[in-house]
């Protein structure tokens, strides 16, 4: 068992379906095969399940296919470097959403090693419900980025795509000469619908990419264009993005009535190596 009692913080135990610790604490397996260890935290947090719908219906266009592509090719790389010393090197995917991109980093992974060791996570119950169903040997929890049930220096390689980076903790369960691998949205990125409902679009932030106790070993820039045809693909973008609720409500009546869009994907894949 990959994880650590979030409230003890004592290694977890499996009992078929069923995790518990040392002081008692246990916690079952969902239907939905993930385990729930958000705890202290009631009602719903993260994406809900209509954002988790919109997001899994868009990415199933395959418009994202090439940062996909990518970025599992980048955490397998990474991650054959420690086969050598690891049977299966622990890689997280912290923040894991819908699972779309953890599908396809297990996918390689599998060409590493016969049972891939991958734990993803995501706040939202409703994408880790999607994540566990999708990617069947992955290990799945709904728990916290500033909480990561994961003992310190558990592992090799942590990924984050689009979500709340909570550095500190990334430090943490990282051991030492392990890997933090991030996908961020270029300035450029989706620039052109931004021109479509904002008075004054702007661009993204991409802000200083130095961070404290890592060096960055890589950067990849990853551009390209494509085409939105149908209302309903557009609106599902839109609705998986940040714009779905810090647009105004004209800003969104004229996002309703695009049909068809032109946009540029703009992304970095950032590679640090921990001090």
Known sequence: MLFV???CKEKLNNDTG????????????SRGGYYNLLVGRGGSHGDNAEMVRARREFLSYGYYEPLRRALAEEVSSVAGSFVACEAAPLV??????EGYYTEAVYDRLSSLCEKPALFAFDIS???????ARRVRGAEVSVSSAYGMP???????VLYN???????DEVYRVLKSGGSF????????????LKEKIYDTPYKNTVGDKRIAGFTLASERELRYEFTLDSSEKIQNLFAMTPYAYRTSALGRERASKLTRLALGAHFLILHYKKD
């Open 5 to 7: 009692c979030p409230i």
């Open 18 to 29: 069923r995790v518990f610790c040392p002081r008692g604490h246990s916690f079952d397996k």
């Open 92 to 97: 997280v995917d912290a923040g894991c959403g």
């Open 125 to 131: 119950k409703d994408a880790a419900k999607m994540t």
């Open 150 to 156: 994961l003992e310190d220096g558990a592992c090799s």
């Open 161 to 167: 795509v689009f979500s709340p980076l909570a550095t």
């Open 181 to 192: 691998i991030m996908a961020i949205a270029g300035e450029e990125h989706l620039f052109s």
